[in-house]
């Protein structure tokens, strides 16, 4: 089975600017959360989506979007960027919603530099 | 807000040593579940215990739950040079199954 694949894998894009990050689950698979991961904050939770609905979102400004597909794959979007958007961004994969009570197959990740 | 921390931040052993790595969490629990990060494979799910298990196997890794001391710890066994990463747990709280993370234990295995 292939894994969660996201792209782009590299991004560098500047103050304000908008950005779109893709990401493709497990064959199978339903749910896709997306994480935000810095060294200072370490890993935070942006959204889960599963069958299309939002069905928990973190605590992240409105800047910070995203929608899944019927066939499962999601986008992020962030708006307006600032320069504390750098991160790398995951995303993982499940069978069912409820993350805890499925384990998570994360994706590679995109690194996003914001100058 | 952060649910699950562990302890030690940092964790340097000897290649075949055994490691421990400690969680610890605030409030009631559904799930518990341990995460490895390194550069190499990304982030890797590990064990998934349940509130009322309290002790799951996975090859040399073992995971105990406490939840009267509400501690998880993951216990892995004749430490290999690959095991060098940083773990992860992740809980949720009772009445809620989003995953919260800690900050993690930097696991370095000297040859």
């Known amino acids: 089975k292939a894994g969660v694949t996201q792209t782009p894998r590299y991004l560098i894009k500047t103050r304000g600017q908008q950005v779109t990050l893709s990401c493709s689950p497990i064959s199978g698979h339903r749910s896709v959360s997306w994480y935000q991961q810095t060294p200072g904050q370490g890993l935070q939770f942006l959204f889960e989506y599963f069958s299309e609905t939002q069905r928990n979102k973190g605590n992240f400004p409105g800047r910070f979007s995203g929608r899944q597909f019927s066939n499962s794959r999601s986008e992020m979007n962030v708006s307006t960027l600032e320069l504390g958007d750098s991160a790398l961004y995951l995303c993982?994969?499940?069978?069912?919603?409820?993350?805890?009570?499925?384990?998570?197959?994360f994706g590679p990740g995109t690194r996003l530099t914001v100058t | 807000s952060q649910q699950g921390e562990e302890d030690p931040q940092a964790l340097s052993i000897q290649e075949g040593e055994n490691a421990t790595m400690n969680c610890s969490y605030k409030?009631?629990?559904?799930?518990l579940q341990w995460y490895r990060q390194n550069s190499g494979r990304g982030l890797v799910h590990l064990i998934l215990?349940?509130?009322n298990e309290r002790e799951k196997h996975s090859g040399r890794l073992r995971v105990t739950l406490d939840t009267s001391k509400k501690s998880s710890s993951l216990l892995i066994t004749a430490s290999r040079a690959a095991d060098t990463a940083s773990y992860f747990c992740a809980t949720d709280m009772d009445s809620n199954y989003q995953l919260i993370w800690g900050a993690g234990t930097k696991l370095i295995i000297k040859p």
């Open positions: 993982a994969s499940s069978r069912g919603t409820g993350q805890a009570s499925y384990e998570q197959y």
């Open positions: 409030t009631s629990i559904n799930n």
């Open positions: 215990i349940r509130s």
